[in-house]
C-alpha cells in the first residue's frame, strides 16, 4: 500500500510547507487506531487553511486515508489528548520524509517531555480530574448511580494519566499499561470499581474517599502551573486569569479550581471595594 500512495506524498514532500510523512498500517484485523482503514498516511504541515483536511482512498480491496494536519493543530492534540490516535501515528509510524529531522525532534520530545510541558500537562489532567469527582459526587448524592459510576471512571483515569506524567513518561493510549506498573494503587482502585464485588452504590462511595484523598495529595502537583502563574503577579482578578495565554486550555474549569485551591488553602480570596454599596471585586492571589 505504501507504494500506491506514493503519489499523494511524494509531490507535497517537495513543498517547503511539508514538515514530515509518517505512514501507519493495520497490523490486526480490529483496528480502531486506524479508523479501520488498512493504512493512513499522515502529512505534517507548518500552515494551511485549513488546520485538517482527509481523504480517503480505494484500491482493490484494500482502503486508506490521508490525514493532512498543522504543525499547530498536532501540537494541540499532544498536549490536550484530544487525539490519541495520532500519538500512536506520530511515535509508532514509518518515517517516509523527515525535513530537517523535524519528525525525530518530536520523537525526542515526546519522549523527553520537557520539565515546562509535563506542568501544564499535569494542569490539565488535574482540571479534568477535578471535575469529573465533584460531578460524580453530586451525581452519587443524588442517587443518580450509573452515571455517578461513569464520572468516577473518568477521574480514574485523569488521576492515572496525571500519575503517569508526574513520573515523567507521556502518557499512551494504553495508560492503564503504564500506571500498572508505575503505581500499582491507583490501579487497584480502577480494578475496584469494575470488578468490585460490592454493590455499585458501595463501590461509588469507596471510590469517592478515596479519590478525595487522591485528589488532596495531588493537588500542590495538580496545580503547580496555575500557583505558577498566579505567583507572577500580587494578585488577580478572575477574568485576568482567565484570559491568560497559558491558562486557555483549562479556563472552563479554572471556577472550579480557584475554589479547590481556596478551599485548600493554597490562595486567598481578596475583596476590593466597587461603586455598589457592601459589593465587592473579588481578587485572588498566592496564600503565604
Known amino acids: 500500500m505504501e507504494d500506491i500512495l506514493r503519489p499523494l506524498y511524494q509531490e507535497r514532500a517537495s513543498n517547503e510547507n511539508t514538515l514530515g510523512v509518517l505512514?501507519?498500517?493495520?497490523?490486526?484485523?480490529?483496528?480502531?487506531?486506524?479508523?479501520?482503514?488498512?493504512?493512513?498516511?499522515?502529512?505534517?504541515?507548518?500552515?494551511?487553511?485549513?488546520?485538517?483536511?482527509?481523504?480517503?482512498?480505494?484500491?482493490?480491496?484494500?482502503?486508506?486515508?490521508?490525514?493532512?494536519?498543522?504543525?499547530?493543530?498536532?501540537?494541540?492534540?499532544?498536549?490536550?489528548?484530544?487525539?490519541?490516535?495520532?500519538?500512536?501515528?506520530?511515535?509508532?509510524?514509518?518515517?517516509?520524509?523527515?525535513?530537517?529531522?523535524?519528525?525525530?525532534?518530536?520523537?525526542?520530545?515526546?519522549?523527553?517531555?520537557?520539565?515546562?510541558?509535563?506542568?501544564?500537562?499535569?494542569?490539565?489532567?488535574?482540571?479534568?480530574l477535578l471535575r469529573r469527582y465533584n460531578d460524580g459526587k453530586e451525581l452519587f448524592h443524588s442517587g443518580h448511580y450509573l452515571d455517578a459510576f461513569n464520572n468516577i471512571m473518568h477521574a480514574l483515569h485523569h488521576l492515572a494519566r496525571l500519575s503517569v506524567i508526574e513520573h515523567g513518561y507521556y502518557p499512551e493510549v494504553t495508560v492503564w499499561n503504564q500506571v500498572k506498573m508505575i503505581q500499582p494503587e491507583i490501579f487497584k482502585l480502577y480494578e475496584e470499581l469494575v470488578t468490585g464485588e460490592e454493590t455499585i452504590d458501595k463501590r461509588i462511595e469507596l471510590l469517592l474517599l478515596a479519590s478525595e484523598f487522591s485528589l488532596s495529595s495531588k493537588t500542590k502537583l495538580g496545580a503547580h502551573h496555575l500557583l505558577g502563574i498566579i505567583k507572577q503577579k500580587d494578585e488577580w482578578a478572575y477574568h485576568e486569569?482567565?484570559?491568560?495565554?497559558?491558562?486557555?486550555?483549562?479556563?472552563?474549569?479554572?471556577?472550579?479550581?480557584?475554589?479547590?485551591?481556596?478551599?485548600?488553602?493554597?490562595?486567598?480570596?481578596?475583596?476590593?471595594?466597587?461603586?455598589?454599596?457592601?459589593?465587592?471585586?473579588?481578587?485572588?492571589?498566592?496564600?503565604?
Do not use: C
Open 23 to 128: 505512514f501507519v498500517e493495520k497490523n490486526k484485523p480490529f483496528s480502531p487506531g486506524t479508523d479501520h482503514f488498512d493504512s493512513i498516511l499522515l502529512i505534517i504541515v507548518k500552515e494551511s487553511d485549513q488546520p485538517l483536511m482527509i481523504k480517503h482512498y480505494e484500491f482493490e480491496s484494500t482502503s486508506a486515508a490521508l490525514h493532512i494536519v498543522t504543525e499547530q493543530l498536532l501540537n494541540s492534540w499532544l498536549m490536550l489528548g484530544t487525539n490519541r490516535r495520532a500519538v500512536d501515528w506520530v511515535m509508532n509510524g514509518k518515517v517516509l520524509f523527515n525535513r530537517n529531522e523535524y519528525i525525530t525532534r518530536l520523537r525526542d520530545r515526546l519522549h523527553e517531555f520537557p520539565a515546562e510541558e509535563r506542568t501544564h500537562k499535569i494542569g490539565l489532567e488535574f482540571a479534568k
Open 241 to 288: 486569569l482567565m484570559e491568560h495565554e497559558e491558562v486557555q486550555d483549562y479556563a472552563i474549569d479554572l471556577p472550579m479550581i480557584l475554589t479547590h485551591l481556596k478551599d485548600k488553602g493554597y490562595i486567598k480570596g481578596i475583596k476590593r471595594e466597587t461603586k455598589s454599596k457592601n459589593l465587592y471585586h473579588r481578587y485572588y492571589s498566592i496564600k503565604e
